[in-house]
Each structure stands twice: as structure tokens, then as C-alpha cells.
């Protein structure tokens, strides 16, 4: 259950709905997905002087050279973990997530609606703080918190039935798909910068099943198994 009280005038009932449509319009289906994004309120994860923009479809700036994503690649990745696009009996609450690249939390807001457990790491120490605040304000308890690399996973919570990555490494670190449970799904842009494909990798046994969901746009992945250094 996710509080939702402060700054609430700013942002009426129609404009959070116009979010919604639009993201059914863009083929956004599952209602569980979209019960989350109308609950999370995207305007406290922004700055005052942004937050009139909140439930515009598109990602803005957080600081830091950084952004948070826009809902409807949120949504996308979301279903992507949840398989919703799948047959029905590949749809899941995943127990354990693992998101790497907290930012300012949002898309980690909306995990905690539909998984147990979520694990998210992010580099950048004062977006971490700032989104472990929010998070415990709007009274997200079931997310953990680590400032760090995340191109390495976070190997005790291991294995993971869904990983989210929110940055863009040029290839898939080796650690993520180790730290996938069998059956379990990594969600993943991949490629330079300019351009990603997003991908969805499923581990079966010993062996990866790979798909193209689509292009994007993400930062890059910064890191041990990513740039050595922010450009
Ligand atoms: N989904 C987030 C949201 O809704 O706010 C936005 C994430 S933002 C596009 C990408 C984040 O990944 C940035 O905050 C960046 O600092 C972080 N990041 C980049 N490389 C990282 C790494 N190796 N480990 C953890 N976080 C990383």
C-alpha cells in the first residue's frame, strides 16, 4: 500500500488517468501493471520545480546526468519481468527481484507493488539516499537498499526470479545471468550509447532463451561490468 498524500493537489485524478490511457494505448495490457503505475505517485520522485510534469509520458532530468525512465518503458519492462505477454501459466509474482540502477526510485516503487521482495542497487551515493528516503515515506518496506556497483548483482540474495536493469551496458554482465534463478527473467537494454535493443533474457536450466522486445534510449551502465567511468 503506497502513500500517497503529499503534493497530491498538484496533480489531479484526470491527469494521472490521461497517463493511464495513454499507456493502454501504447499496448500496455496487463491490469496488474497498470493498478501500479496509477498507485505510484511519480511526482514525489521529482523535483519541486519538475513535478507538474510528472505524469507526462516521458523520462526527465533527476540530476547527476541522470534521468528517471519514462512510465511507458517502466510499464514495458515491468510486464516484460512479470511475463505478462506470455501464456498464462508463465505469469508470475516474482518472490525476489533484483533492480540495478535505483535512480530515484520509481520504477523500484512500482516493483514493490508486484513482487515480494525487491533488491536494488545504485551507484550514484546521493540518488540512493535520496530514493531509500522516498521509498520508506510513500511506505515501500518490502525494497533493500545498496549503494554500489550493480553490474555485479548483489550475489547473497541470489538466485533472483526477475532482474531489471536501467542502465545500458554494452554487453550482459556475466554475474547477472549467474544470479538468475532457472526460469528466472533479465530485462535488460544492451548496446552503445544512442541506441539500445531492450532484451529479455529467460534462463532455462543451463541454457538462455533470448528475445528483442524493442529499441530504447538508457543512460549507460557504469562500472565493473560496464564504462569505467562517466563520461
Ligand atoms: N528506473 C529509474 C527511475 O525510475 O528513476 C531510472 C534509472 S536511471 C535511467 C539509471 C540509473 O542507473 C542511474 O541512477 C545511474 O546512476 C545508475 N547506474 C549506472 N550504472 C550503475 C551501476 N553499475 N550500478 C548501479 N547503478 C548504476
Redesign the pocket.
Known amino acids: 500500500m503506497i502513500a500517497d498524500s503529499a503534493g497530491i493537489g498538484m496533480t489531479s485524478a484526470r491527469t494521472r488517468d490521461r497517463l493511464i490511457q495513454r499507456l493502454r494505448d501504447s499496448g500496455i495490457r496487463d491490469e496488474r501493471v497498470i493498478e501500479a503505475m496509477r498507485a505510484v505517485p511519480r511526482h514525489r ?1 521529482l523535483e519541486e520545480a519538475l513535478a507538474h510534469r510528472a505524469y507526462e509520458d516521458t ?1 526527465l532530468p ?1 540530476g ?1 546526468g ?4 519514462q512510465p511507458y518503458v ?1 510499464a514495458r519492462m515491468t510486464e516484460a519481468l512479470l511475463g505478462s505477454d506470455l501464456p498464462d501459466r508463465a505469469a508470475m509474482r516474482p518472490a525476489r527481484v533484483l533492480e ?9 516503487a512500482v516493483l514493490s507493488q508486484l513482487c515480494d521482495q525487491v533488491y536494488t ?4 551515493e546521493s ?1 540512493f539516499n535520496e530514493a531509500r528516503r522516498r521509498l520508506r515515506q510513500i511506505g515501500a518496506h518490502n525494497v533493500h537498499f545498496r549503494h ?4 555485479q548483482g548483489w550475489s547473497e540474495h541470489a538466485p533472483y526470479d526477475g532482474i531489471l536493469v ?2 545500458a551496458p554494452e554487453e550482459i554482465p556475466q554475474p547477472l545471468l549467474d544470479q538468475l534463478a532457472f526460469g528466472g527473467r533479465l530485462i535488460i537494454p544492451v548496446g552503445g550509447r544512442g541506441s539500445q535493443e531492450l532484451l529479455r533474457i529467460t534462463r532455462t536450466g543451463d541454457d538462455y532463451r533470448r528475445e528483442l522486445l524493442e529499441r530504447v534510449m ?6 565493473d ?2 564504462e569505467t567511468t562517466s563520461r
Open positions: 520522485f523520462a533527476i547527476h541522470q534521468t528517471i525512465s517502466v540495478v540502477g535505483t535512480g530515484c526510485g520509481y520504477q523500484t542497487i545504485e551507484l550514484v540518488l554500489g556497483d550493480g553490474s536501467a542502465a538508457f543512460v549507460p551502465l557504469i562500472g561490468q560496464g
